[in-house]
């Protein structure tokens, strides 16, 4: 059974950085595409950012993130990241790690996602 495990969310004031890291176990990591979403409060689920297989080409999806976020991944240690630089108070949510459980999906056609259950972002003014 697949399973997704995020880590490394907390507090952190505005401008600060975190680096969140997600495993992933029952499946052959580098054979699939990873990415992360978030959820804020009262607000739609939003992809932040994908990236593929084995060319570790990478997708980012929000705008707003876009120059200060980045996403990696580490197959050797079954590892993705997402390093989250300039922290705005307007990132606080809830970071979900997503791995495509379709076999070199490359970050395209209709991903079919298995979702981790999160982790806590919030960043203070």
């Known amino acids: 059974q697949v399973q997704v495990v995020e880590s490394g969310g907390g507090l952190v004031q505005a401008g600060e950085s975190l680096r969140l890291s997600c495993t992933v176990s029952g499946l052959t990591f580098d054979e699939h595409a990873m990415g992360w979403f978030r959820q804020a409060p009262g607000k739609e689920r939003e992809q932040v950012a994908c990236?593929?297989?084995?060319?570790?080409?990478?997708?980012t999806s929000a705008d707003s993130v876009k120059g200060r976020f980045t996403i990696s991944r580490d197959n050797a240690k079954r590892t993705l990241f997402l390093q989250m630089n300039s922290l705005k108070p307007e990132d606080t949510a809830m970071y979900y790690c997503?791995?495509?459980?379709?076999?070199?999906?490359?970050?395209?056609?209709?991903?079919?996602?298995?979702w981790g259950q999160g982790t806590q972002v919030t960043v203070s003014s």
């Open positions: 997503v791995a495509d459980l379709r076999p070199f999906g490359g970050c395209s056609g209709t991903p079919s996602w298995r």
């Open positions: 990236i593929s297989e084995r060319r570790h080409t990478t997708t």
